[in-house]
């Protein structure tokens, strides 16, 4: 009754912003990610040491009272496998949580394969997808290998809304997103309450909604063709869409800082000089450089000569979540 699992973070290509269905973390569209290598949380999760609480430790911190996705996540998979036992979880990940580096996904994801198995139950790698969704929609994304579709599904009760690999990381191994760590603060909105409220009052909304299909279909057809252009700019052009909606909700969710801004204005003068870069942001300031191998010493050395770069993790296409055989504790 104890188990440990690795699990990388994605970041999104195509991004999913806003439910149609809160409870259960179903999506209004289709998203599409690559697993990073190099961006990863660790899990151990212990149902067998009659602990008379639940504790998690998250980075060598008590969880905060806020996190109760965490705590409810932990209670779904003791009732889905039919026991009371509490648990003792550690969880570590090799970068800053909870800015926009999507550590909500390889955190729940690792939570999901570690805490299921832990718990005795043996769940395929879509079921594991359809759980992982439960406790954090990217985290969906974070189970399976290289690329990866989150298919939006189109039944109540969450059955077919799914991830699965769309390619795998050995068929595009030169494809590289440099994550920029430009502040180590906390996000001021969670993605939970800043989509919640976009698809409440974005007068946009609708118009993300008609266009994020072509995004989705222009995105499979590049990375099938390993069509760097066609991948890249409509990642960006994402990107700004997604960010477009949040800027207009009323509060303003605004998760660029000047720092976020020299990047994007950087690699736009880059691209205009023949260096070909793209970026994409997330629920936070750090911005991710997508760029090709050929091209990643010159860009990371760009990147370092900014000021407001604190560091550049340089990620190739990673492999889906991992059981392991040594445990935090
Ligand atoms: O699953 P959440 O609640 O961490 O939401 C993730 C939202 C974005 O990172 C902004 C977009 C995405 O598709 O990853």
């Known amino acids: 009754m104890k188990a440990t699992a690795i699990a990388n973070a994605n970041i999104a290509l195509v991004k999913y912003w806003g439910k149609r269905n809160k409870e259960l973390i179903l999506p209004f569209n289709s998203s599409i990610s690559m697993t990073c290598d190099g961006l990863h949380t660790k899990t151990t999760v212990d149902f067998s040491g009659s602990y008379g609480k639940d504790t ?194 009323t509060p303003a969710i605004i998760y660029w800082i000047p720092q976020t801004l020299e990047i994007m204005h950087s690699v736009m003068l880059w691209r205009e000089e023949g260096l070909e870069s793209y970026f994409t942001i997330d629920g936070g300031p750090q911005v991710k450089v997508i760029c090709l191998q050929k091209d990643e010493k010159e860009i990371l050395s760009r990147l370092s000569s900014l000021d407001c770069v604190i560091r550049a993790i340089n990620c190739p296409p990673g492999g889906g979540a991992q059981l392991s055989n040594s445990h935090l504790f």
């Open 56 to 249: 998690v430790l998250i980075n060598d911190e008590e969880l905060k009272k806020d996190e109760k996705n965490i705590m409810a996540h932990i209670e779904r998979i003791r009732q889905m496998a039919g026991i009371t036992d509490k648990a003792k979880i550690i969880s570590e990940s090799n970068f800053p949580v909870a800015a926009g580096l999507a550590s909500s996904a390889s955190g729940l994801a690792a939570l999901t394969l570690a805490a299921s198995k832990a718990a005795g139950l043996n769940l395929n790698e879509k079921e594991l997808t359809i759980l992982s969704r439960l406790g954090s929609g990217s985290a969906s994304r974070s189970i399976p290998e290289g690329f990866v579709e989150w298919h939006h599904g189109e039944k109540e009760d969450g059955s077919d809304s799914f991830a699965e690999s769309i390619a795998s990381k050995s068929h595009w191994p030169e494809f590289r997103m440099l994550a920029c760590i430009v502040s180590e603060a906390r996000k001021p909105v969670g993605s939970r309450a800043g989509m919640a409220q976009t698809v409440d009052n974005c007068p946009y909304y609708e118009g993300w909604l008609k266009t994020v299909n072509d995004d989705i279909a222009a995105v499979k057809k590049g990375i099938a063709e390993r069509n760097f252009t066609l991948v890249g700019s409509t990642a960006e052009k994402n990107t700004l869409k997604m960010h477009a909606l949040m800027m207009t909700t």
